[in-house]
């Protein structure tokens, strides 16, 4: 309650404003509605009686009601004559005259009066709910009227659905509705292959879309690779005996097979790429490009031994001398790289390449374990009449994800590489699915598997928490343009400012123009008024606080085309569970003792460490270590390990460290 003079004055102008134009409105619609309840009652008096019987019953009543009264009023009977005209069957009319005592005792007077009677029961019950009717039908009609008048005219951009079920009838009645749903939400036929994306911060429910979405791709028998970082969907669909598992700390690891899944040069290229990541622009590309090098000749060679392993590989890459490593590779474009010449440098390619290649010593004793060899490449290449498709999970933990993460990521490219070198078809759906995305080393391919993937039929469902993670590992230009190729976006809860904002601005605006009103009021009354105006305005669909004060379970879902947001509250399914999140694979004990103790000692080596910290761009370590060289020029940049075949031995840079 406000007891301020102001307010008082103004709700009270605006208040008596509000009831003189109601009052005005409704006189004006009582009139015509009156007007029009009359001619329903005349209607139906004329459509039950004739002309004649419909005078000469009214007669009868004029005569009862008004002329009796006045007669007795003036104390005595008139003797005037009433005259009345009569058609007969013949058609012939004849006039009779009566008095008002004879009409009053005239039979058949009296029963035309009856009839009149009778007649106007019903007839005045009619008007009556035609009157009803009639003012219900102008107050809907002008109330709709003024409420669409106030409605914001739709110019373009996007509207926001509060019912998912309308955007389905919106979609069935296109027919573009296609069998997959997000909790209800059917997506666009065929927009699966145009990509999706989760964005949202932690246990706001992306688990739960994909949970519902792979029992979905279960039922059709799609094939699907998960990545499974913290083992949350291995225990809900993974199939002992049927499907595979890539986790080298999990006793139902599948005995992977590098050279079955590398079978020729691009392929160990391939692999080596994302198993040795980028450095980053801060620092000379020479060194990962040479380490990448050494590692596909010396797997590319260790291919043509019947003995090959991972723990042989692994010897030849950081064991044995450089010598011997250099007359094992005598004849191949790396070997170059270890020549004597350039000791030094090869120490320091070697001590790059042992950095993230020691997470391949993890896949030692797989094949010993009595299982039949694995390979991504035979199981895009393979699929199941019957639709009872293997998947593949390539999961991890956070206590063993980051000794295990250059191999995750490797695996990952050589899944995305290989969809993108099936031939193309329209029907065929292959899945890869990325939960926390940004949680892997940076993947080359991904940008190229988002625009090209669905000519092979290649779905890509990529999660994060938010947006900076992506631009933190693929860096600003890249993650815009991944991002950009995912169509169907599912936005939960970013609980800070800038991230919010984001969003609101990837959910779009809707260009309308806008309902206005003022009111003005004075003690003149020609200053009371109200005016209408409707102004072309660009409004976002939500604020970010929206975007923020979103609940868990919550989230705004966008289709590519025109089809609008929706707001939706998913609903949580619940699984059986049919499988172990984990079970624990011993893997110190496969270790092979000699290379354990050469890597430790490079572990513990504080050169080593500073050494990769400054390749890497990486900051110093403030802690005290020994006094290096004044850095000198590097060598010339490599494009990619062909070039190193003619280049000239590099120059010793050691000492630039």
Known sequence: MSLNARDFTQGGQVMKYMIGMFLQIMNIASYWVVLFSIVVFMAWMLLRLTLQEFSHGCAYWLIKWFIFPLQSLNGHASASYWTFHFKRASGEVVAFRRTAAEVMSDPYFVLMGQHVRDAAFYGWGIAVFSFLGALLGITWFLGRKGAKQRESEFIGGRLLANNYREVNRLLKKADMLSPLNICGLHLQKDSEMQNIGLHGTVGTGK?????????QLRQRGDRVIIYDKGNNFIPLFFRQGKDKLLNPFDARCASWDLWAECQTVA??????????????????????LSARALFVATARRLAKDKDR?????????????LADLRVYLQGTDAANLVDGSIEKTAMTIRTILTTYVRSLRYLQGLDEQGQRPFNIRDWLATED??????????????????????????????AMTGILGLTPSHSRRIWVVTDELPTLHRQPILPEFCAEGRKFGGCLIAGLQNFPQLKEVYGVNCAESIWDLLNSRIFYRAPS????????????????????DQYSYGIDIVRDGVQFSKDEVNEYLVSYSDIQSLNDLECYITLPGEWPVVRMKLRRRKFRVIAEARIHRSVEDLFDEELETQLEGEGNDEAVGSLLRRVFGEPPDTSPAPTVADPVIPPAPIESSDGLKHADNPPDLWDRF
């Open 309 to 321: 392993s991972i723990a042989s590989l692994l010897k030849k890459l950081m064991s044995i001398s």
């Open 385 to 414: 009449a019957d639709g009872d498709n293997a998947w593949i999970f390539v999961s991890s933990d956070g206590r063993n994800h980051a000794a295990i993460k250059p191999l995750l990521s490797a695996w990952l490219h050589m």
């Open 267 to 288: 392929d160990f290229d391939n692999f080596a790429t994302t198993l040795l990541p980028d450095s980053g622009g801060s620092s000379d590309p020479f060194w990962v």
């Open 497 to 516: 400012g800038p991230v919010s904002d984001w969003v609101r601005k990837e959910i779009g605006e809707c260009r309308h123009k806008k309902f206005r």
């Open 207 to 215: 688990s739960t879309v994909l949970n519902d979405f792979l029992w």
